[in-house]
């Protein structure tokens, strides 16, 4: 290394830009770094790539970031106002799509997934100088693979983007609006074209790491929604597409539904492209402390009291089997106990998290069960370990059993379901594991309609939903892994039936609004329709 100060500058540069409206790609800080005369060399590598993958850890559990995105805006979890404490505000918008051009999960979203673009165009810009390092192709289309992710999550949420693909630009240069046809068209190229130089490995050099099959993965993502995002459906492109990931086995279902979810997860078989982090190195998970109640510091033996926001929605956990696992595996509820073994007391009571909540606009502190899927360790100070299983083996095996039951093979979708199932009632009832086709072409079990102080005041039901038997075990298997937004978009659901206090909205909610903050920057930007 010629200049000692280099990756501090690239770091520091990274953070800069957190701060700034992320279609402002005017970038200062590498001026600098050249005006100073510095060479970067190969040694300098890991240092130049590292920002472009850390920005994926912000864009998951950064605050209103793509957990909460997709969690907080589904018939899953809320975060009401809590009674004595506080919360709601604009997690009571996101809840009932009420939300405008303000509204900050849209904003936040924006600028973390465009904070990785840029991380990425840094990164390319920066080894596009350096001579002579061996595999610079390869190098260079890990990052563009690793880009087209972050345009894919784009597409997903605000469909009419800029795709911007240089580091450098002219003074006042503004992007351009894409159509979201166009942003399609981006992510599938840049990943067909990455897809020969990337490693086919499955090992400790490619964890955390694009590789072929992560972007298959994003491939069979892009497929799976075609129809929402271009209004053709491709159900035999991705099925083609996790059958290679299927084939290869380098993948397989982990024993414990609960091993994916740990503390020490590195190890497991199912994940096929991992988001790491380290409680002391590379922390940012805050969940445990969003979610669980104070009292809940004792069980946990945490370093600081939890922040008693998010709960599930009743009518969700009403769905469960209660010999699923994943339902003790997933959600913390009854009474509750120090860790050594003593009852919580609270006012005189013994604590307990119920299954009910009274409203949105107000809801008592131990109202509704949370989310504990990630496991909690013994001094938990808001930082978490638990490496996110972005894109995992199960997944895989999901989209095919969709993609085959969309396209008229409903007992070969059965057959994958049952085997994901089986690890889930192996323990309890072996025999429920087994679902047949018709159950899952069949309606939904969730009880959709109004709810208020336990009692659903206008029912819907799920029964009219096609294919709402697969669409209840996505949501046991992936609940808190940030899908059920996207799936219920899939399926129909987001804009047309109502859960606890929420109605539908305009179908147009489907799309995330443009932030106002970033269209005050850039002219060429409309609003998605339906917005103001």
């Given at each position: 290394?010629?200049?000692?100060?280099?990756v501090?500058?690239?770091?520091?540069?990274?953070?800069?830009?957190?701060?700034?409206g992320?279609?402002n790609?005017?970038?200062?800080?590498y001026?600098?770094?050249t005006a100073?005369?510095?060479?970067?060399?190969?040694?300098?590598?890991?240092?130049?790539?590292?920002?472009?993958?850390?920005?994926?850890?912000?864009?998951?559990?950064?605050?209103?970031?793509?957990?909460?995105?997709?969690?907080?805006?589904?018939?899953?979890?809320?975060?009401?106002?809590r009674?004595?404490?506080?919360?709601?505000?604009?997690?009571?918008?996101?809840?009932?799509?009420?939300?405008?051009?303000?509204?900050?999960?849209?904003?936040?979203?924006?600028?973390?997934?465009?904070?990785?673009?840029?991380?990425?165009?840094?990164?390319?810009?920066?080894?596009?100088?350096?001579?002579?390092?061996?595999?610079?192709?390869?190098?260079?289309?890990?990052?563009?693979?690793?880009?087209?992710?972050?345009?894919?999550?784009?597409?997903?949420?605000?469909?009419?983007?800029?795709?911007?693909?240089?580091?450098?630009?002219?003074?006042?240069?503004?992007?351009?609006?894409?159509?979201?046809?166009?942003?399609?068209?981006?992510?599938?190229s840049?990943?067909?074209t990455?897809?020969?130089?990337?490693s086919?490995?499955?090992?400790?050099?490619?964890y955390?790491?694009?590789?072929?099959w992560?972007?298959?993965?994003?491939?069979?993502?892009?497929?799976?929604?075609?129809?929402?995002?271009?209004?053709?459906?491709?159900w035999?492109?991705?099925?083609?597409?996790?059958?290679?990931?299927?084939?290869?086995?380098?993948?397989?279902?982990?024993?414990?539904?609960?091993?994916n979810?740990?503390?020490k997860?590195?190890?497991?078989?199912?994940?096929?492209?991992?988001?790491?982090?380290?409680?002391?190195?590379?922390g940012?998970?805050?969940?445990?402390?969003?979610?669980?109640?104070?009292?809940?510091?004792?069980?946990?033996?945490?370093?600081g009291g939890?922040?008693?926001?998010?709960?599930?929605?009743?009518?969700?956990?009403?769905?469960?089997?209660?010999?699923?696992?994943?339902?003790?595996?997933?959600?913390?509820?009854?009474?509750?106990?120090?860790?050594?073994?003593?009852?919580?007391?609270?006012?005189?009571?013994?604590?307990e998290?119920?299954?009910?909540?009274?409203?949105?606009?107000?809801?008592?502190?131990?109202?509704?069960?949370?989310?504990?899927?990630?496991?909690?360790?013994?001094?938990?100070?808001?930082?978490t370990?638990?490496?996110?299983?972005?894109?995992?083996y199960?997944?895989?095996?999901?989209?095919?059993?969709?993609?085959?039951?969309?396209?008229?093979?409903a007992?070969?979708?059965?057959?994958?379901?049952?085997?994901?199932?089986?690890?889930?009632?192996?323990?309890?009832n072996?025999?429920?594991?087994?679902?047949?086709?018709?159950?899952l072409?069949?309606?939904?079990?969730?009880?959709?309609?109004?709810?208020?102080?336990?009692?659903?005041?206008?029912?819907?039901?799920?029964?009219?939903?096609?294919y709402?038997?697969?669409?209840?075990?996505?949501?046991?298997?992936?609940?808190?892994?940030?899908?059920?937004?996207q799936?219920l978009?899939?399926?129909?659901?987001?804009?047309?039936?109502?859960?606890?206090?929420?109605?539908?909205?305009?179908?147009?909610?489907?799309?995330?609004?443009?932030?106002?903050?970033?269209?005050?920057?850039?002219?060429?930007?409309?609003?998605?329709?339906?917005?103001n």
């Amino acid at each position: 290394m010629k200049n000692q100060n280099i990756v501090y500058k690239i770091l520091i540069s990274g953070l800069l830009f957190l701060g700034t409206g992320c279609t402002n790609l005017d970038e200062t800080v590498y001026d600098k770094i050249t005006a100073e005369g510095t060479v970067l060399t190969e040694e300098d590598l890991t240092s130049i790539i590292a920002p472009a993958y850390t920005s994926f850890r912000g864009i998951f559990w950064n605050w209103d970031g793509l957990h909460d995105l997709y969690e907080e805006s589904s018939d899953c979890l809320v975060t009401p106002q809590r009674n004595g404490i506080g919360w709601g505000d604009y997690y009571i918008t996101m809840h009932q799509h009420t939300w405008g051009s303000t509204l900050p999960h849209a904003e936040g979203n924006w600028s973390y997934m465009y904070t990785g673009v840029n991380s990425v165009n840094r990164a390319i810009y920066q080894i596009e100088q350096i001579e002579g390092i061996a595999n610079k192709d390869k190098v260079i289309q890990e990052l563009k693979a690793l880009r087209a992710i972050y345009y894919y999550l784009l597409l997903d949420n605000f469909r009419n983007v800029p795709i911007v693909t240089s580091f450098i630009n002219p003074p006042g240069y503004l992007p351009v609006q894409n159509t979201g046809k166009e942003v399609y068209d981006f992510v599938e190229s840049e990943l067909k074209t990455a897809l020969p130089f990337l490693s086919d490995e499955n090992n400790t050099e490619t964890y955390g790491k694009v590789t072929k099959w992560a972007v298959k993965m994003t491939l069979a993502k892009l497929y799976l929604n075609a129809q929402v995002y271009i209004g053709t459906p491709k159900w035999n492109e991705a099925l083609a597409e996790v059958n290679e990931i299927i084939a290869s086995g380098k993948f397989s279902l982990a024993s414990n539904y609960a091993d994916n979810f740990k503390i020490k997860n590195e190890g497991s078989p199912e994940e096929i492209l991992s988001i790491p982090f380290d409680q002391v190195k590379t922390g940012g998970s805050y969940w445990p402390f969003k979610s669980l109640a104070a009292p809940s510091q004792a069980t946990f033996e945490m370093s600081g009291g939890p922040w008693n926001g998010t709960g599930a929605i009743p009518q969700f956990i009403d769905t469960y089997d209660p010999d699923d696992q994943r339902l003790k595996d997933c959600w913390l509820g009854g009474k509750q106990y120090t860790s050594k073994g003593e009852s919580i007391m609270v006012d005189g009571k013994q604590f307990e998290y119920i299954n009910f909540m009274t409203s949105v606009n107000g809801c008592e502190p131990n109202e509704g069960y949370r989310l504990v899927k990630y496991e909690i360790g013994t001094g938990d100070i808001g930082q978490t370990s638990n490496d996110v299983p972005f894109y995992r083996y199960t997944d895989a095996l999901m989209i095919k059993a969709e993609c085959l039951l969309r396209t008229g093979d409903a007992e070969g979708a059965a057959a994958i379901v049952s085997q994901i199932r089986q690890r889930d009632f192996k323990n309890t009832n072996p025999g429920k594991a087994t679902v047949s086709g018709t159950k899952l072409t069949g309606g939904s079990v969730y009880k959709y309609g109004t709810y208020a102080s336990g009692v659903i005041t206008k029912l819907e039901g799920g029964a009219d939903i096609q294919y709402g038997g697969f669409l209840d075990e996505l949501a046991w298997e992936f609940i808190g892994e940030a899908h059920r937004k996207q799936d219920l978009i899939r399926f129909g659901v987001f804009t047309k039936k109502s859960w606890f206090s929420h109605t539908p909205n305009g179908d147009f909610r489907s799309i995330l609004p443009i932030p106002q903050s970033v269209r005050d920057t850039n002219s060429n930007l409309k609003q998605n329709p339906g917005y103001n």
